[in-house]
């Protein structure tokens, strides 16, 4: 299959894989409540426990959907302090080679309650894909610049779904087409396709998605953090050409952004300080960086300190993305 389920994380004796808890400094302590909170992480999760101390909030919750839980956290305050444990790693650690030698007990699993929404993203890159499930996606389609996933791949994403609306990130410029296919050939669902033309696009559009809101307007809030986001990439060049002005060499390193070559030197780390000259100024609030695997912890310490020099207010998330072709990911909001 091209396509791998968020939840199929490899042990299915625990239901919510991550245990996550986080402090939050209210904005408006007098007037929230905490079933603000209850409600939609009871639906995503267990073992919750959600406690006001004046001005703070306290939440505990086993989830799959740690970052869902923090976005609807940060409507309402600023974090303080966060923690997320991987039980099913843990758990496998503890029982270790115990349980090698005896027959696990396949329990037969109930039907899953059908959820408002369901959200399918085309990444590639493990980190990337990792990313994505902690914002609440549900189903990744392998895919990117050099592999187009099939419309085929799309409809039978869609059909595995148990959901009210499915929302499509297709990542990519050239599988937009490919994902609309489905608004035909699934014609019973309600399905939108947010045309993210690449990953940080993708990723920046899960940051205003609300699982307790309606369809429109999570459609609508998505667009709008598109429309106002920039986004950047790091490859390199496989041949001689001349485009937008910029000459470009064989075994240059390239710079994109807003779909076009803006840069092209023989240095990567000069490449990527051009870029973000271009992308940061001081109105700016944050770049996440996904560096992929020939990525060099010095330059990434570089680039950053870089994007820091430019705006020294801006905060930077970097995410080991592990994904091929682009070594450097920008997202710049």
Do not use: W
Not at 243 to 261: C, H, R, S
């Amino acid at each position: 299959e091209h396509y791998h389920g968020a939840e199929n994380l490899g042990n299915v004796d625990i239901k919510f894989g991550f245990c996550t808890e986080f402090i939050v400094k209210l904005h408006k302590p007098e007037k929230f409540n905490e079933n603000f909170m209850k409600d939609p992480l009871s639906q995503m999760g267990d073992s919750l426990v959600v406690v006001t101390d004046d001005e703070l909030l306290k939440v505990h919750v086993h989830t799959n959907q740690p970052g869902v839980a923090l976005t609807l956290a940060q409507k309402y305050g600023d974090l303080q302090t966060i923690k997320i444990e991987n039980m099913r790693i843990q758990h496998s650690n503890i029982m270790g080679d115990e349980i090698a030698p005896h027959k696990k007990e396949v329990k037969e699993e109930k039907p899953k309650k059908k959820s408002k929404f369901g959200i399918i993203a085309v990444a590639s890159g493990e980190g990337i894909h990792e990313a994505f499930k902690e914002l609440g996606v549900d189903l990744i389609i392998d895919g990117g610049q050099t592999m187009n996933p099939s419309t085929e791949a799309f409809v039978k994403a869609v059909e595995s779904l148990n959901c009210e609306h499915v929302i499509i990130l297709p990542n990519n410029k050239n599988i937009i087409l490919s994902a609309e296919q489905t608004l035909d050939l699934c014609a019973d669902r309600s399905i939108r396709v947010l045309k993210t033309k690449s990953i940080a696009q993708g990723y920046s559009s899960l940051m205003a998605f609300d699982p307790t809101g309606e369809l429109d307007d999570n459609f609508e809030a998505m667009m709008e953090v598109v429309g106002n986001m920039r986004s950047g990439e790091i490859t390199y060049a496989v041949r001689d050409t001349e485009l937008n002005g910029v000459k470009i060499k064989t075994g240059d390193f390239i710079g994109i952004t807003k779909n076009e070559i803006k840069v092209s030197t023989p240095d990567r780390l000069e490449t990527a300080k051009v870029l973000l000259e271009d992308m940061i100024d001081m109105e700016k609030e944050i770049i996440t960086i996904f560096h992929g695997n020939d990525a060099d912890e010095d330059e990434i310490e570089m680039i950053v300190a870089h994007a820091k020099k430019l705006n020294p207010d801006i905060e930077v998330d970097l995410i080991e993305g592990k994904q091929d072709i682009y070594t450097y990911i920008f997202a710049v909001e």
